[in-house]
């Protein structure tokens, strides 16, 4: 069914032709599932600083009412500005999903430009489910060709979120698999973003989303035009796998096509704080709850980690702001071993509480020859903890709160919803059950319209 020579191809050709009907419906229900999680932080993200700088520029710059909703403000504007400000907003609290082993942020990038084109369109909620699907598909096979090495540097969620939108866009759209494998081009061309911004509590992780989601819905619609675009902007001698990869596999593009459904692997939040602080989190909270640990009896704890945690997180010591925060692995286990959760209140009120920061002082990360090895196919939490009265106790997670091997219910999903809702101020409690119930019945519903008008 694949042509090696040019996966590209491959899978732009998947992605126009996946039918609703070719979906199984587990993959369906967890599609609906990864939706409601990501409305959840959209609204958390209401009034945040960053989030409102870019709704100010899409209210500057584009139309003063349209066909998709700023689902942060209510406003409506045209499907390209509403995308940029709803997938700013759906990375700004940390807790949108994650798919492990591309270390990639599907949903911000997938759903924000899949809902406002399907409210532009009126498509039907089975088209909007089988966009998703599709990008979600695309962008974490782009993230797993370009593999480790990109990460190091890249935020994959900027780079292969490009894609992930545009092929999203682009379904709905009913590309052809030569006008989809363009709007790849363009996608791919356009693809940025770096690690930097975090040695200076910047904001440009909203802007990595923003930019992935217009610069893919922008890709599909030109391919739609007939604007041309690298045919092999991935695996070409001057792609992406060249430029931004040093281990960049171009079977990782089309594994297992329509048999691996790769949606079904993404990960739930728990804890909102950047998923590299997840694994040690939950083992740290298995050893201070079985040896009934206070704060004060930890001299110091050991974070045994992967590679790519000491790339991301090693950059932050002292956090400046709450967001830089989610990044210090001693400030997320300081929250875990004070207050016993990491979430979003307990960060605004005390990320540099001065019991917090004493424990955040007491933490070292240590590369771990097993914990790397597994990485990033599997995300495993180890920790060592030496007390004040002279033990050392080890404390381990296989799989982290929300993986797909330790899921949440969709009753802990819409509790987990209605809560960030509630903390953004983005919708009250009963919107937040009517938007529940809409996600549930999204597959009978015939047009996508509104959700908050």
Known sequence: MTSSHHPSRDLATFATELKFSDIPAPVLRRTEDLMLDWLGSVLAARTARPVRSIERFAQMMGPAGGPSEMLTSRRTTSPVFAALVNAAASHYVEQDDV???????????????????????????????????????????????????HYKTFHTTATAGTLAAAAAVGRLLELTPQQMLHAFGSAGTQSAGVWEFLRDAADSKQLHCAHAAASGLMSAYLAQDGFTGAAKVLEGAQGLGVGMSSDADP?????????????AETSFKYHASCRHTHPAADALLQVMSEHQLAHGDVARVTAHVHQGAIDVLGRVTVPATVHQGKFSMGTVLGLIAVHGRAGLGEFDRDFLAPEVAAFRDKVAMELDAEVDSAYPARWIGKVSVQTRDGRTLAGRADEPKGDPGNSLSRAEIEDKMQRLAHYGEGATADEAKALCQRIWQLEATPRVGRWLG
């Open 251 to 263: 079977a990782r593009l089309t594994d297992r096509l329509g048999t691996r459904w790769a949606l």
């Open 99 to 149: 798919h492990n082993g591309s270390v990639f942020h599907p949903a911000a990038v997938v759903i924000a430009p899949a809902l406002a084109v399907a409210q532009s369109i009126g498509a039907s909620g089975a088209q909007l489910l089988t966009a998703v699907v599709a990008g979600y598909e695309v962008g974490i096979r782009v993230g797993e060709f370009l593999g480790r090495s």
